[in-house]
């Protein structure tokens, strides 16, 4: 069985800040995909960024970077230079072995930006 | 990136009755679709995972006959959602695989469904 544990339930930040979003996760899968999603108040989910198990750097997307700790089965989301529209709700995800299985997702950081 | 629609993107209806959602990928084939509910204020929860052309599987505490599931092309799935009672209201989002090396998948923008 997979689990993710987002322990930060809402974040206030500065804008303009960087913030990094905790995520920590249990497998027993040799290999897996690690995710991290935006969700905004109108419902959808937005990827954000990918990590593979096997992949030696840390993966970044734009302002997004994933901050990797195989060992600590940590998978941190750092977002630099947060705007306003940055506020929404995050979700870590991660997937088994399979890559044709389903995510199992954290319970979520609500992040709020202040002006 | 891939493009998921779903249809209805919210629907209200009386207990008792029967209410069908599309997901669709626009510009991708998805072989594999996923279904996840999204209680208020709560996670996604994987309800059911549908391959093209044969039945879906579903998840511990999902019940088959209440979520009927059909994945009939590799470009639409359907959930129907039969004898809705108010407890089925949430909201339904779906997610198409695009096979590669991520094996990535993108979302629908969901269905809201309140049952009365």
């Known amino acids: 069985a997979q689990k993710i544990t987002q322990t930060q339930p809402g974040m206030f930040v500065q804008e303009k800040e960087a913030v990094t979003l905790d995520c920590t996760y249990d497998t027993s899968d040799p290999s897996y995909g690690l995710f991290w999603y935006k969700q905004p108040s109108s419902g959808e989910m937005i990827f954000l960024i990918y990590?593979?198990?096997?992949?030696?750097q840390n993966a970044t997307e734009g302002r997004y970077s994933l901050n990797f700790q195989k060992a600590r089965k940590s998978a941190n989301l750092v977002i630099s230079a947060s705007q306003l529209g940055d506020s929404a709700m995050y979700f870590c995800a991660m997937r088994g072995l399979r890559g044709a299985d389903g995510l199992t997702f954290g319970k979520g950081t609500h992040l709020i930006i202040q002006p | 990136g891939a493009v998921v629609s779903q249809h209805p993107s919210r629907v209200i209806c009386k207990s008792g009755t029967s209410v069908k959602i599309e997901c669709r990928s626009l510009d991708f084939q998805a072989t594999t679709m996923f279904w996840y509910r999204q209680f208020p204020k709560q996670s996604l929860m994987l309800m059911a995972t549908s391959n093209e052309g044969s039945k879906a599987t579903y998840e511990q505490g999902v019940e088959k006959d209440k979520f009927l599931i059909n994945h009939a092309s590799l470009t639409l799935s359907t959930l129907t959602v039969t004898s809705a009672h108010p407890e089925d209201s949430s909201f339904y989002i779906c997610?198409?695989?695009?096979?590669?090396?991520?094996?990535?998948?993108?979302f629908g923008p969901g269905t809201r469904l309140t049952v009365l």
């Open positions: 990590q593979g198990s096997y992949d030696q």
């Open positions: 997610s198409g695989r695009l096979a590669g090396a991520n094996n990535e998948q993108f």
